[in-house]
C-alpha cells in the first residue's frame, strides 16, 4: 500500500471520528482503528502515527459542516457505519409531536444543578434535538423569600448545562416578565375568574375547610381591579392581600381550591439578587409557569410525577383563556447512592469552606471536578429514560460507563502512592519506552535510567522478591537495592515477576491524590509521579497505573518545583 493510499485511510478514519465526537478528532482512536482495520501496518506504528497527527490536525480546522460534506460526498460507507454505531446507542423513546416542538427547561436558581434537576434539562434537549425543535432556559426566579434565588447560581446553571453539550435556543427570566403576568392577572380580574383575598390565611384556610368563600371572591371584577392596582402601588404590606384564581371550593385537594396566583413580599427585608426591591408583588411558581409556556408556545414538558398536582393547577388558567396546554410527560424520582446526601452534612461542608464542586457531592460541578465525562452523565439519564417508577443511580453506575469511555483516551502514567527509595544495580544504561497508551505502543515517552540509579517503587510491592519494573527490567529486591535478574517480558512471565509502576528519584513529581468519601470527607494520599506527570494541564484526566483515574484540580509551585493535586475519579 502506497503512503497516498494510507493517508486516504487515515482521512477517512478521522472524518468518521470527527463527526462523531463534534468536530474533533482523538489521534488515539484514529490510529487503534487503523491498525484494527490493518495489523500489517503495525510495523510502521511509527510513521502511521505521525502521519495520523497530521492528517487529525487538517480535519480538526475543518467545520463540522465540511467535515459531514466531504464523509457524505467521499466516504458514504463510512457514514453508513456511523449510523449503525450510533444506532446501538441508549436514545429516547419516540413521542407524539405535530408540528414544531418546543420544550424547555426551567430551574430555580437557588442552588446548583445535580444529577436530579439535570435529568429534565438533557431529556428536555435531547428531544428538542431529536425533533429538530427549540430548547428554552428559563430561569424560574419568582421567590425572593422562600426559595430565593443566588446570585451566582444563574452562572453556575448556565455553565452546568454547556459543559453538558446543551445549547439553548432562548434565554429568558421569569423575574424580568413580571409586567407580564400582571397583564394576564388583570385579563383573569376581568372575566371574573380571579379575585383579591384580603381573608388573613388562617381566616381562608377556615372557610376554604368548610366551602365558604372569603367575602372579595363574589364582589364584582371593577372592585377585585381596583384592589389589585391597591397591591401593584403599595397599598397592602405583605400578608395582608393576594390575588388568588377561582377554582371549586369543593375540590377533594385543598391545595387546589382558589390558588394564590400573586403575593406580596416585603422585597426590603427580602430583596431579589437582580431585581432588588423594584417588585413587591411577585407570581407563584404555577402562575408564572403557565403564563410562560403559553407565552413562548412549550408544546411539550418533561418533569417529575411530582409536579401532577402542579399541572393540574395550571389546567385551570389554560381553561379559562381556552389555551391548549403542553403534552406533559412525568418521570419518576431519581434516587442517588454513593454521595453525600445528607443536607446537614452538606450544609457544615459548605459553612467550612466546601463549594458547589465539592467531589462528595452530587452536583454536575462535582462530577465534573471528580473527572466525570458529560457524556457519561448523559447515558445514565437517557438509559434511566421517562420511566415512571423511581429509579436508583449510584455512583458505582456512573463511574462503570465513565471508565469505558476514559479507557479508550487517557494517558497510562506512573504514580507511586506508598514511595520507597531503593538503589538499582544494573549492568548498563537503560531506556524504557512506555507507551502513553496500549493502543498506540509507537507513541511513547523514554526514560533513561544509569546503574546506581534510585528509584520509587510502592511499599507494598517491596514485599515481594522480584519484580518486573514496568517496561525497563526485571529485578529482585535485596536490602535497600534493586537486582537486575532480566530484561524481557517473557522471563518475567518465567519468575512469576509482578509488573509495577516506579518512578525515577531525580526526575519525581511530588502529587497529592484527593479521594472523596460520602461518609468520611476527603482523604489525600501523598506520592511520588513520573516526570510527564508534571507536564499535565489542569483539567487533564489520566489513568496512574494500578491506582485508578484521577483529574488534575491543580499545579502549585513549591520552592521553584511543581507540585501536582489531583482529584481520584474512580478505579
Same mark, same amino acid.
Given at each position: ?79 453508513? *457505519? ?27 436558581? =437557588? ?22 425543535? /427549540? ?33 439553548? =435556543?432562548?434565554?429568558?427570566? #421569569? ?7 400582571? /397583564? ?6 376581568? /372575566? ?10 388562617? &381566616? ?19 372592585? @377585585?381591579?381596583?384592589?389589585? *392596582? ?61 403564563? =410562560? ?12 410525577? !411530582? ?71 448523559? &447515558? ?16 458505582? @453506575? ?79 529486591? &535485596? ?36 479521594? #472523596? ?6 482523604? !489525600? ?6 516526570? &510527564? ?25 513549591? @520552592? @521553584? ?11
Amino acid at each position: 500500500m502506497y503512503m497516498e493510499e494510507i493517508e486516504e485511510l487515515i482521512y477517512k478514519y478521522a472524518l468518521q471520528n470527527a463527526v462523531k465526537h463534534n468536530g474533533k478528532a482523538n489521534v488515539n482512536a484514529v490510529v487503534s482503528k487503523i491498525f484494527s482495520d490493518r495489523p500489517d501496518l503495525r510495523s510502521k506504528a511509527k510513521e502511521i502515527v505521525d502521519l495520523t497527527k497530521k492528517v487529525v490536525e487538517k480535519v480538526n480546522s475543518m467545520s463540522v459542516e465540511d467535515q459531514m460534506k466531504e464523509l457524505k460526498d467521499k466516504y458514504p460507507d463510512m457514514l453508513e *457505519e456511523r449510523k449503525k454505531e450510533e444506532s446501538g446507542k441508549k436514545t429516547l423513546p419516540a413521542i407524539s409531536v405535530k408540528g414544531s416542538l418546543i420544550t424547555r427547561f426551567a430551574p430555580n436558581p =437557588d442552588g446548583p444543578l445535580h444529577l436530579g434537576n439535570a435529568r429534565a434539562a438533557i431529556i428536555s434537549y435531547e428531544y428538542a434535538s431529536m425533533y429538530k425543535g /427549540k430548547f428554552i432556559l428559563r430561569f424560574d426566579d419568582t421567590d425572593p423569600k422562600v426559595k430565593k434565588p443566588i446570585k451566582e447560581a444563574y452562572d453556575w446553571i448556565r455553565e452546568d448545562l454547556k459543559w453538558l453539550g446543551i445549547k439553548w =435556543d432562548l434565554e429568558v427570566r #421569569a423575574s424580568a416578565r413580571l409586567w407580564l403576568y400582571y /397583564k394576564y392577572a388583570k385579563v383573569l380580574i376581568e /372575566k371574573g375568574y380571579a379575585y383579591v383575598d384580603t381573608c388573613s390565611e388562617e &381566616e381562608f384556610k377556615e372557610k376554604r375547610d368548610k366551602g365558604i368563600p372569603c367575602p372579595n371572591r363574589n364582589k364584582e371584577p371593577s372592585f @377585585n381591579l381596583d384592589l389589585f *392596582e391597591k397591591m401593584l402601588n403599595g397599598g397592602f404590606k405583605e400578608g395582608e392581600a393576594v390575588l388568588r384564581l377561582k377554582t371549586d371550593l369543593n375540590l377533594p385537594d385543598p391545595s387546589q381550591r382558589d390558588w394564590v396566583l400573586l403575593r406580596i413580599i416585603d422585597v426590603k427585608a427580602n430583596p431579589h439578587p437582580l431585581e432588588g426591591d423594584k417588585y413587591w408583588v411577585w407570581p407563584t411558581y404555577n402562575f408564572a409557569s403557565a403564563i =410562560d409556556d403559553h407565552d413562548l408556545t412549550v408544546t411539550h414538558i418533561f418533569r417529575g410525577k !411530582e409536579h401532577a398536582v402542579n399541572a393540574e393547577k395550571q389546567k385551570w388558567i389554560y381553561n379559562y383563556m381556552g389555551w391548549s396546554y403542553p403534552e406533559v410527560h412525568e418521570f419518576g424520582r431519581l434516587k442517588l447512592e454513593g454521595f453525600m446526601m445528607s443536607k446537614s452534612k452538606i450544609r457544615t461542608a459548605l459553612d467550612r469552606g466546601a463549594g458547589i464542586d465539592d467531589p462528595r457531592l452530587p452536583t454536575l460541578a462535582g462530577l465534573r471536578r471528580r473527572g466525570i465525562l458529560p457524556d457519561t452523565i448523559r &447515558e445514565i439519564i437517557i438509559t434511566v429514560g421517562l420511566k415512571v417508577s423511581d429509579a436508583t443511580i449510584s455512583f458505582d @453506575n456512573i463511574a462503570s460507563v465513565n471508565r469505558k469511555k476514559l479507557d479508550q483516551i487517557a494517558k497510562r502514567l506512573m504514580f507511586v502512592p506508598k514511595p520507597r527509595e531503593y538503589v538499582i544495580d544494573i549492568p548498563e544504561e537503560i531506556i524504557a519506552r512506555i507507551p502513553y497508551h496500549p493502543s498506540n505502543p509507537s507513541n511513547y515517552r523514554e526514560i533513561m535510567v544509569k546503574p546506581g540509579s534510585s528509584i520509587f517503587i510502592d511499599e507494598n510491592d517491596a514485599k515481594e522478591k522480584v519484580l518486573r519494573l514496568m517496561e525497563l527490567c526485571n529485578v529482585t529486591i &535485596e536490602g535497600g537495592k534493586l537486582i537486575y535478574h532480566s530484561r524481557g517480558l517473557e522471563e518475567a512471565r518465567k519468575i512469576n515477576a509482578k509488573i509495577v509502576q516506579w518512578v525515577k528519584k531525580d526526575e519525581a513529581v511530588p502529587v497529592i491524590v484527593y479521594v #472523596a468519601d460520602p461518609n468520611a470527607g476527603v482523604s !489525600e494520599i501523598h506520592g511520588l509521579g513520573e516526570k &510527564e506527570i508534571g507536564n499535565l494541564k489542569e483539567d487533564d484526566i489520566v489513568q496512574f497505573v494500578r491506582f485508578g483515574f484521577v483529574r488534575i484540580d491543580k499545579k502549585e509551585v513549591k @520552592n @521553584n518545583n511543581v507540585v501536582i493535586h489531583a482529584i481520584f475519579s474512580h478505579e
